[in-house]
């Protein structure tokens, strides 16, 4: 790394937190192509059009498990094979990984599944009505890709609930006022207890097939060779923990983004039909990955913005690109009916999210159905006491959102 590289805990202070979009608005205009130092260090890329090359750019690997290792720098020597799925591979490995499951997740099967979403969302509105107030991540924006995910895998409803206190324990790692040893502790005890109960599911679900995405991806593994048995592991954790953290942190950011922005949020009440087109702004606004996963260079690679040297951990910063006025007009305004011009915050290229028309299924019926039965809905404190995941937390989210109605 070189000398000039920010320090993280410069970078991502109480305020960057609160609001990173001035900080990413410094870094697009003076070092858009920023090395920082940290956890890991790594080259921060901010410019729409930057960003976009990068990543598609082959001169960049995803594979973490290829030489150089460095996996081990970004999860850590513990995570074991945890990770070694599609999101962290190059072509091939990465077109087998993902045809495997990719139709399970083509628009026409997700459609499928439009009643029963709707049924987990008036379930969970259900529960909350009564009570005229609510902590809506935990009562809503959590459960609900989580038991959509969880359903779809084929985890039994007996484990859900175990299975989402370790995938919380991971989402809001550094938050509990812990030292950061224990964090790093209690992250590690998480994962492995997760990676247990997951392999020994598969081993169970191989001896007696089902009918489900875990009984799919074994299929692959038992009849066409297709995947290894730790293959199916550790994408059964990709799709669990891609397929509700998003989405989660998606809605809550979403609703305190309307709540703040109450013109909008009236706009979107009289016009429902503006929804679809709602989600994509919401989500360009104030995403819930603010950095894509992590790339490799394997060369110097020069982009108009600078340069990162071979070696180097990349983070394409989506967050920071989807509010670069070059790109977008007026960019920190929340405007739902933007229409201009596609946004990152599904990525692109090869790894464009897998469960984009899940997410968007899921974000319509969820929103659509708060916004109609919980006409009222406010803030129950202050926007600025909203709790969030910590800065440096490689998601964008809410540790609670306080509401009543
Ligand atoms: C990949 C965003 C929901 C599964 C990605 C990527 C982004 C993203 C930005 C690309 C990462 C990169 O290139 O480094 C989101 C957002 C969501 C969401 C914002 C919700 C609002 C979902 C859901 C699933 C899912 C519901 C369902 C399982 C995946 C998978 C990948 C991925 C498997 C890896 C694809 C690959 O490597 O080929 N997502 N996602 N995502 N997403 Fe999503």
């Known amino acids: 790394m070189t000398e000039d590289a920010v320090p993280g805990r410069e970078l991502y202070s109480d305020e960057f937190a609160a609001d990173p979009y001035p900080t990413f608005a410094r870094l697009r205009t003076d070092r858009p192509v920023c090395p920082v130092s940290g956890r890991f260090d790594q080259y921060l890329i901010t410019r729409f059009d930057d960003a976009r090359v990068a990543l598609t750019d082959p001169r960049l690997s995803k594979d973490l498990?290829?030489?150089g290792q460095h996996y081990l720098r970004i999860f850590g020597p513990n995570s074991a094979g945890l990770n070694r799925n599609m999101l962290n591979a190059d072509p091939p490995e990465h077109t087998r990984l993902r045809r495997i499951v990719s139709q399970a997740f083509a628009p026409r099967r997700i459609e499928a599944l439009r009643p029963r979403v709707a049924r987990i969302v008036d379930d969970l509105l259900d529960k909350v009505l009564p009570h005229g107030r609510s902590e809506l991540m935990h009562d809503f924006a959590i459960p609900l890709p989580m038991t959509v995910i969880c359903e779809l895998l084929g985890i039994p409803p007996a484990d859900h609930g175990r299975v989402l206190d370790w995938t919380?324990?991971?989402?809001?790692?550094?938050?509990?006022?812990?030292?950061?040893?224990?964090?790093?502790?209690?992250?590690?005890?998480?994962?492995?207890?997760?990676?247990?109960?997951?392999?020994?599911?598969?081993?169970?679900?191989?001896?007696?097939p089902d009918d489900d995405l875990i009984g799919a991806l074994i299929a692959?593994?038992?009849?066409?060779?297709?995947?290894?048995?730790?293959?199916?592991?550790?994408?059964?954790?990709?799709?669990?923990?891609?397929?509700?953290?998003?989405?989660?942190?998606?809605?809550?950011?979403?609703?305190?983004?309307?709540?703040?922005?109450?013109?909008?949020?009236?706009?979107?009440?009289?016009?429902?039909?503006?929804?679809?087109?709602?989600?994509?702004?919401?989500?360009?606004?104030?995403?819930?990955?603010?950095?894509?996963?992590?790339?490799?260079?394997?060369?110097?690679?020069?982009?108009?913005?600078?340069?990162?040297?071979?070696?180097?951990i990349v983070g394409v910063v989506i967050n920071a690109?989807?509010?670069?006025?070059?790109?977008?007009?007026?960019p920190d305004r929340l405007d739902i009916r933007r229409v201009r011009g596609p946004h990152l915050g599904f990525g692109h290229g090869v790894h464009y999210c897998l469960g984009v028309s899940?997410?968007?299924?899921?974000?319509?019926?969820?929103?659509?159905?708060?916004?109609?039965?919980?006409?009222?809905?406010?803030?129950a404190v202050p926007a600025a006491e909203v709790r969030r995941l910590p800065a440096a937390s490689p998601f964008r989210g809410l540790l609670e959102l306080p509401v009543t109605f």
Do not use: W
């Open 358 to 379: 899940l997410a968007r299924m899921e974000a319509q019926i969820g929103l659509g159905a708060l916004l109609r039965r919980l006409p009222g809905l406010r803030l």
């Open 168 to 208: 919380q324990v991971i989402r809001t790692s550094g938050s509990s006022g812990r030292s950061a040893e224990e964090e790093r502790a209690a992250v590690q005890d998480a994962q492995l207890r997760l990676h247990h109960y997951l392999a020994d599911l598969v081993r169970a679900k191989r001896a007696r």
């Open 220 to 312: 692959a593994c038992d009849d066409d060779a297709a995947l290894s048995e730790a293959e199916v592991v550790a994408t059964t954790f990709l799709l669990l923990f891609a397929g509700h953290q998003t989405t989660a942190d998606f809605l809550g950011n979403a609703v305190l983004a309307l709540l703040t922005h109450p013109e909008q949020l009236e706009l979107l009440r009289t016009t429902p039909q503006l929804l679809p087109s709602a989600i994509e702004e919401l989500l360009r606004f104030d995403g819930p990955l603010p950095v894509a996963s992590p790339r490799i260079a394997t060369e110097d690679v020069e982009y108009p913005g600078g340069t990162v040297p071979r070696g180097a």
């Open 65 to 67: 498990y290829g030489p």
């Open 321 to 330: 690109a989807n509010h670069d006025p070059a790109h977008f007009a007026d």
